[in-house]
């Protein structure tokens, strides 16, 4: 069974950073794009960033120049270093992954369980 996993959550003061985890396991055959969505209490959820296999990345424009995906494609890893944060980053973030596991034909899209960042003022 696909698994993805999110660690490094917190609490974190206004200006403060925090770096995101998520690490995807299981049979997986290939990893199309991983990413980061957020939702805040009363909100949709939104896109924060992306990243391709090939690492092509692409970013919301309330996060741009703040935040940096990254991955490691050999660990099934994504990451989001998220530097100046500010009160509106607090929310729910999730971790999600197009791949194809080794039991399908074709390309899904799993989720993580979300891991909390709030940020106070």
């Known amino acids: 069974q696909v698994q993805l996993v999110e660690s490094g959550g917190g609490l974190v003061q206004a200006g403060g950073s925090l770096r995101l985890s998520c690490a995807a396991s299981?049979?997986?055959?290939?990893?199309?794009?991983m990413g980061w969505y957020r939702q805040a209490p009363g909100k949709q959820r939104e896109l924060v960033a992306t990243?391709?296999?090939?690492?092509?990345?692409s970013y919301a424009d309330s996060v741009k120049g703040r935040f940096t995906i990254s991955s490691v494609n050999a660990k099934n890893t994504v990451y989001l270093q998220m530097n100046s944060l500010k009160p509106e980053d607090t929310a729910v973030y999730y971790c999600k992954a197009r791949l194809r596991s080794v039991l399908e034909w074709k390309e899904y899209d799993y989720w993580g369980q979300g891991t909390q960042v709030t940020v106070s003022s």
């Open positions: 990243i391709t296999s090939g690492g092509s990345t």
């Open positions: 299981g049979p997986i055959f290939s990893i199309n794009t």
